[in-house]
């Protein structure tokens, strides 16, 4: 319990503390805000009046609060390259199911493709097959996601016809294509993990196979893959529990790029496209979403941890 | 025999051969290229690889070998300065941290944690957005994001190091704490530092590789691996030549390196 309460507390501070990271990061940018929202037409009159009705005119701790205050309710004001029609939010609300699928879909091809592969090639051990394990994982980890995106388009795409590059569907208006498309951007971020995933896996299965009590069971008769199964795998999982969070956050950082590459209205470029912008509210607000992600999947993973591996609490 | 434990083993001979091939190219890329990088051509507009143009020409008929050999040294150039940055700064913090300990110890490691937890991409992108895109911030941007990853090393280290008996004798003749950290402790973290600057120069290299393709990083008619990728994309139906020879090049420098590094971890 009191494990738990120790990580929440982090995780609040955590928390605070991205959140007054994104707000001081863009009050260093030179330039008036008033006056990149009313145009320079605008008199001294209106300037002021726009300033009272913002709150800029206020300090900067007051500031921050108000834009806390406002955040925590979703409001993130409006978006400056839509000439201040379209709320961030709501800007926001669309892109993020199309990256929260295509997250989603990497993570579970990664964990699907990835603990078999991983138990597969820890099973058999010979210099050789080493080699030529490690070899192939260090040639994909070495694939930039974007790239991998590209070949796959190339492939699949335009020489096998298996999908239309850029066709992408709206989830809410044919469920099935949209999948169906997405299953090619998720392969470009989840492949060069996969290849993570297995070499991590693997050195975790055959260090715990060198412990005293799977050599004990194997001693006494028991198989290699009875041993692997019943009693090494249990425990050479939990440290890829801690791995696989990480990257999830890494996932993150795939789909920026990746949805450059398949053309899809994600919050990745989003992201991008307010940065080329200058549209500060949706660049704070996709961070402060983004990083808050990580942060709370962090603490879930911590306490699935102690759960899972009681030395952690009482160690 | 236990796989990896030989420093010459086949995996480490490929990374170095690899390697060489890479740095080869690139170096002669500073002095000699077939043709002008930046030379356009409108009759020789997307023609396939030939024996005149081994990797073929892009949409503006440049020579591509040529632009992936200038290209590449621009991302060596920024990949470097990253590092250099990056470790020289963490090495710093690395070593105070490491051999003082204390409050400032756990300031700045939970600093640290904090921003190792975060997509380095993420963090590089928030940099952009305030000061700007251009080499120069993309060196500044990434160096500063990868000094947790280097100090973290260097911490571990000099916890260790300080401990030893060749420290304590410096001591006892007299030598100051400064002198301690960085003419007797840091020359022996090199072990584990050589093979964390292999690691932090790929990163930087698919780092850059990744903020160019956004157009956040080298602006052109600059070319760097990352720039020509994104320019690539634009020609997949047409010319898909412009994006192999790039890409494979990103490809081989981080094969490579992580498999010279991988070698070099196994060496104990």
């Known amino acids: ?315 | 025999m236990q796989p990896g434990k030989n420093k010459h083993d086949f995996n480490y001979i490929l990374g170095l051969s690899i390697t060489s091939l890479v740095l080869l190219v690139v170096l002669t890329g500073f002095f000699y290229t077939p043709y002008d990088p930046n030379k356009m051509d409108a009759a020789l507009r997307n023609s396939p690889p030939s024996l005149l143009h081994l990797f073929g020409t892009d949409n503006f008929g440049r020579d591509i070998l040529s632009r992936v050999m200038k290209g590449a040294g621009t991302t060596y150039i920024i990949a470097v300065s990253i590092v250099f940055v990056g470790a020289s700064l963490g090495t710093i913090v690395g070593a105070l941290t490491g051999y003082f300990g204390g409050w400032f110890d756990e300031a700045i490691m939970r600093l640290n944690d904090v921003l190792t937890s975060f997509p380095s991409i993420l963090l590089a992108l928030v940099f952009v957005s305030v000061f700007g895109p251009g080499s120069y911030n993309i060196i500044l941007a990434l160096g500063i994001i990868f000094v947790p990853s280097y100090a973290r090393v260097v911490r571990s280290e000099f916890i260790v190091l300080k401990e030893r008996d060749f420290v304590k004798n410096a001591k006892l003749m007299g030598a100051g704490n400064f002198r301690i950290m960085f003419v007797h402790i840091l020359p022996n973290t090199g072990r584990v530092l050589i093979p964390s600057l292999l690691i932090g120069f790929n990163n930087a290299v698919l780092a850059e590789a990744g903020l160019s393709f956004l157009g956040l990083g080298v602006q052109p008619p600059q070319a760097s691996l990352g720039r020509m990728l994104s320019e690539a994309q634009g020609y997949l139906l047409d010319s898909p030549w412009y994006a192999i020879a790039p890409g494979v090049m990103i490809i081989l420098t981080v094969l490579g390196f992580s498999l010279i590094s991988g070698g070099l971890a196994n060496e104990k």
């Open chain 1, 1 to 315: 319990m009191k494990y738990t309460v120790k990580k929440f507390i982090s995780l609040v501070v955590s928390l605070l503390f991205t959140s007054i990271l994104t707000f001081a990061a863009f009050q260093v940018i030179p330039g008036d805000s008033a006056l990149s929202a009313l145009g320079i037409d605008a008199t001294e009159e209106q300037l002021e009046e726009y300033r009272e009705e913002m709150g800029l005119n206020k300090s900067l701790p007051v500031r921050y609060l108000n834009w806390l205050k406002n955040a925590l309710r979703g409001d993130f004001g409006y978006s400056s390259q839509y000439r201040m029609q379209i709320k961030v939010s709501a800007l926001i609300g669309d892109r993020l199911i199309v990256t929260a699928w295509l997250a989603v879909l990497s993570f579970l091809l990664i964990v699907a493709v990835s603990i078999p592969l991983g138990i597969l090639s820890a099973l058999k051990k010979n210099y050789i097959l080493d080699s030529l394990i490690t070899l192939v994982n260090q040639v994909f980890m070495s694939v930039p996601s974007f790239f991998l995106g590209m070949m796959i388009t190339l492939v699949f795409g335009i020489i096998l016809k298996w999908f239309t590059p850029g066709s992408y569907v709206n989830p809410w208006e044919n469920f099935r294509l949209f999948l169906r498309f997405m299953i090619f951007p998720a392969a470009a971020v989840a492949i060069p993990r996969i290849a993570m995933v297995v070499k991590f896996l693997r050195s975790s299965l055959l260090r715990e196979m060198e412990l005293d009590y799977a050599r004990t069971a194997k001693s006494k008769g028991m198989s290699n893959i009875r041993v692997l199964f019943r009693h090494v795998l249990k425990n050479a999982l939990i440290p890829v529990i801690t791995f696989l969070a990480m990257i999830l956050a890494d996932i993150l950082a795939g789909a920026i790029l990746v949805e450059q590459v398949f053309n899809l209205p994600g919050l990745g470029r989003l992201l991008v496209s307010s940065i080329a912008n200058r549209d500060y509210a949706v660049v704070q607000a996709i961070i402060l979403y983004s990083a808050s992600v990580v942060i709370i999947i962090n603490f879930f993973v911590d306490l699935i941890y102690q759960w899972i591996d009681p030395r952690v609490r009482t160690g």
